[in-house]
């Protein structure tokens, strides 16, 4: 996996492959399920998921953190995005109302897809705070980021 992720994330921006060095299949937390997609070559698409807490507001909210999402190079544009429905059984079975995740803006294109059948609602200005995965002594704990976000109705509308 971690060699996938390298491949995978660092076509964009060679610094999105760093967290995957030393064999580490992760980037913060640790998923809690992994759907993986394999081929005769090998690993097809990953996506992973996290149930956390997130504040929406004043309130926190149980949802379901995808992520760790990639699909092979010479795979893209096959649709294979669209096994991501199979995925929906497991959020129900997690019993979170909301399924959550976010993409940088470049990525707008792709993941437009999911929202096409009613699958996913995308929003955008929407700023999101986040946490460094790991302690950085130059970077502040969190940081305030400017991107796309993924809504999924699983448990409710």
């Known amino acids: 996996l971690s060699e996938f992720f390298r491949k995978t994330y660092g076509r964009a921006n060679a610094s999105n492959a760093k967290p995957f060095e030393g064999g580490r299949s992760w980037a913060g937390a640790r998923p809690e399920v992994r759907a993986i997609g394999y081929d005769a070559h090998g690993i097809a698409a990953h996506i992973g998921i996290?149930?956390?807490?997130?504040?929406?507001?004043e309130v926190d909210l149980l949802v379901a953190e995808l992520g760790l999402y990639g699909v092979r190079s010479d795979l893209e544009g096959l649709g294979i995005s669209f096994s991501m429905q199979?995925?929906?059984?497991v959020l129900q079975q997690l019993g979170v109302p909301f399924a959550f995740g976010t993409v940088r803006h470049a990525l707008?294109?792709?993941v437009e897809r999911f929202c096409r059948g009613g699958l996913a609602t995308m929003l955008s200005g929407i700023p999101v705070r986040s946490t460094h995965p790991e302690v950085y002594p130059d970077l502040p704990p969190t940081r305030l980021e400017d991107v796309l976000v993924l809504v999924t109705p699983i448990g409710r509308s």
């Open 86 to 89: 199979f995925v929906y059984p």
């Open 50 to 57: 996290l149930r956390r807490f997130i504040k929406v507001g």
């Open 108 to 110: 707008r294109n792709h």
